[in-house]
């Protein structure tokens, strides 16, 4: 079994589209650790906020068809294929880290170097897994965050799935 987390993010329809993604997870993997939902603005263009969460989750899925499934569900969220790398977008599902992989294995970057780059996706990855190590950095999520020094703006956001808060985490 493999401990993958995956990031969801989102800037169009959040919500809605958020909330998609997570119903879409749940039905495949059953139980999900979620961190809070941090709404932060767009990086890398202009743009209307996005709202980002981390997930974990344990399976045997192979790599590639976790890969594929994921893109499946963006595009079942009306994900748009064919536009600039830095837009909108309806959902944008990541495979941050599966196990202890490191490299381009099956084509997927592992782990995925926005971990490092992006507070959006540190920030909730330190807070739902703030002892595990990085696998090249080995160095634990927590102390990344706490060492983490570019100016990107995140808040947590009130947020509601299948009935409960998930956001702010208690």
């Given at each position: 079994m493999n401990r993958v987390y995956i990031s969801i993010g989102s800037n169009q329809e959040t919500v809605r589209h958020v909330r998609s993604a997570l119903d879409a997870l749940y039905e495949r993997f059953g139980d999900l650790i979620i961190s809070s939902v941090y709404e932060s603005e767009a990086v890398g263009f202009d743009g209307e906020n996005f709202l980002n969460l981390v997930v974990g989750l344990d399976?045997?899925?192979?790599?590639?068809?976790?890969?594929?499934?994921?893109?499946?569900?963006?595009?079942?969220?009306?994900r748009q294929r064919n536009v600039a790398r830095y837009s909108s977008r309806t959902l944008d599902l990541d495979i941050l880290t599966y196990g202890d992989k490191v490299g381009q294995p099956e084509g997927v970057e592992l782990p995925r170097r926005e971990i490092l780059k992006n507070a959006f996706v540190?920030?909730?990855?330190?807070?739902?897994?703030?002892?595990?190590?990085?696998?090249?950095?080995?160095?634990?999520?927590?102390?990344?965050?706490?060492?983490?020094?570019?100016?990107?703006?995140?808040?947590?956001?009130?947020?509601?799935?299948?009935?409960?808060v998930i956001s702010p985490r208690r």
């Open positions: 399976t045997d899925e192979p790599l590639a068809s976790l890969a594929d499934w994921l893109k499946a569900v963006e595009d079942n969220n009306g540190l920030k909730p990855l330190a807070e739902i897994a703030p002892e595990e190590l990085h696998p090249t950095e080995q160095r634990s999520y927590g102390a990344l965050w706490n060492d983490y020094s570019r100016d990107q703006r995140l808040w947590a956001i009130p947020f509601e799935w299948r009935g409960g």
